[in-house]
């Protein structure tokens, strides 16, 4: 079990950043989306040990959590995480195996194997040539990758990535969602990805866990969260613009919701609870258009997230 979460609550004096959290997650690459301000970042800094829940319990890769009373952090379970933080987190005047083999230390690995990792693993991520040039005068995707080479260099079976692609231009966004998935499916890590991006969780993730106000909203594979719906439906029509005009409009009469139109007589419409799917053909025949067809169709992850963000 990647980790089992009962009722973790955290305040910050009056604030409540996390509120009665409780998740049971298998191995895998999963997803951590939610707004800004959402709590992600408070999750996984509870996850790491760096902060104690204030109440409910948890295991994390079979370690326990801390607990708000004894302030107690786990030094195996951080052995056996690696975490890749949002913010820069970089030592100026450190060259970037210096840096990795740092962390490889903190992390509690022996100095020379800390080297020897540090190289091996900044060759891995493509970043051999730069290894002796300080991290100050990294490009905004080599910090990004150095941060991921600190995060990998004691080998941990589990890595907690803080929006990994921030600051990222398009083509090394791919280049770093490409290595999270090599890492997962590859080399058997398990990962949690935070972001904001849906995207990034689409490319990478095969399970979801949905985040807002401090609370989980939603939780589940991809596929389950944006199953097939009873009550949506792409409608594939043949007829002059002005007739298919008219058919939607009465379909939107007839409380049918119309979330597209693409303009050439194909529409995707959620449907009201007492509407018969005979009625898509009375409304045709009235407006001279001929129903070509017409498909279950599945929600989005986009449009799961936005409904859930509207309905928190």
């Known amino acids: 079990m990647l980790l089992d979460l009962t009722d973790i609550t955290r305040t910050f004096g009056d604030f409540v950043a996390l509120r009665g959290v409780t998740l049971r997650l298998a191995p895998g690459r999963v997803g951590l989306l939610g707004p800004n301000g959402a709590g ?11 902060l104690a829940p204030s109440s409910g319990r948890g295991v994390v890769l079979g370690e326990p ?5 004894d302030g107690a952090t786990s030094y195996r379970l951080r052995r056996l995480i690696g975490f890749m933080p949002e913010a820069d987190a970089l030592v ?33 991520l493509g970043l051999e040539e730069a290894r002796y040039r300080r991290v100050e005068d990294y490009s905004a995707g080599m910090k990004q990758r150095v941060k991921l080479a600190q995060a990998l260099v004691h080998d941990p079976p589990a890595l907690l990535l803080d929006e990994p692609t921030s600051g990222l231009d398009p083509a090394g966004r791919d280049a770093m969602l490409n290595l999270v998935r090599e890492l997962a499916t590859d080399h058997g890590k398990s990962v949690i990805l935070s972001t904001h991006l849906l995207a990034d969780v689409q490319a990478v993730c095969d399970q979801v866990v949905i985040l807002n106000g401090g609370r989980v909203r939603g939780q589940g594979t991809v596929g389950e969260l944006c199953a097939v719906r ?3 439906f792409r409608v594939r029509l043949q007829g002059e613009p002005a007739d298919t005009t008219a058919f939607r409009d009465d379909l939107t009469s007839g409380g049918v919701e119309v979330l597209t139109d693409n303009g050439r007589g194909e529409l995707r419409v959620v449907v009201p609870g007492k509407w018969s799917n005979w009625m898509f053909f009375k409304l045709a025949e009235a407006h001279n258009v ?7 169709d599945d929600e989005t992850l986009e449009e799961l997230f936005l409904r859930t963000m509207k309905a928190a």
């Not at 970037?96 to 060759?123: D, F, I």
């Open 92 to 124: 100026p005047g450190l060259t970037g195996v210096e840096y990795v083999a740092l962390a490889g230390e903190l992390y509690g690995m022996p100095r020379r194997q800390a080297q020897r990792r540090a190289h091996e693993v900044l060759s891995y």
């Open 65 to 69: 959590l801390g607990t708000a009373a």
């Open 230 to 232: 009873d009550d949506r």
């Open 290 to 296: 001929a129903v070509r067809a017409i498909v279950r």
């Open 40 to 50: 992600k970042s408070t999750l996984l800094k509870i996850l790491m040990g760096l």
